[in-house]
């Protein structure tokens, strides 16, 4: 990407760094998804009560543990499957836009404005239903990288018509 002014440096190298971080999660999502694809229910079952032993052997009353043995011993493969699909389109939809902003190709930055606002209206819904500490710091975190890329966007647009004007 080229810098367009210097005054703004700063906002760039924060832009690039933030879109960065959204491009390397939606890597490690789609990790994730091929993980939660070929992991049965069977292996996560073993996998909390391997994780959680130890704890409830010295608490057997702790929420956590609990908490996250009884979510080990819902698990299906319909589950399972449906959390890999969301995995790979929600990683695969990152992935695309990064490399596309970070190639300052134009179309990118108003498709990344859509899917951050889908983003961000979906993960509000999430804190409406169950409050999560980490669901409102990525979501903080999702409405700073859309200002950010709003702003970017209007720079890059006004740079383009400046040249397209000479």
Do not use: C
Not at 16 to 32: D, P, T, W
Not at 71 to 77: M, N, P, V
Not at 92 to 113: E, F, G, H, N, S
């Amino acid at each position: 990407m080229k810098q367009l002014r210097t005054e703004t440096n700063l906002l760039h190298r924060t832009f690039v760094l933030s879109i960065g971080a959204k491009g390397l999660f939606g890597l490690f999502e789609m990790l994730g998804a091929v993980g939660a694809y070929f992991i049965s229910p069977e292996q996560i079952r073993a996998f909390t009560e391997w994780f959680t032993a130890k704890e409830l052997q010295l608490e057997p009353n702790n929420v956590i543990a609990q908490f996250i043995l009884h979510l080990g011993a819902r698990a299906t493969t319909s589950e399972t499957h449906f959390v890999a699909l969301y995995l790979i389109v929600h990683g695969l939809t990152k992935v695309v836009l990064v490399w596309a902003l970070l190639r300052d190709k134009a179309w990118a930055y108003p498709w990344m404005m859509v899917a951050l606002v889908v983003f961000i209206v979906s993960q509000t819904i999430d804190l409406i239903a169950a409050f999560s500490l980490g669901v409102l710091l990525l979501t903080i975190f999702d409405i700073f990288i859309l200002w950010l890329t709003w702003r970017e966007y209007k720079l890059h647009r006004a740079a383009r018509l400046k040249r397209e004007s000479e």
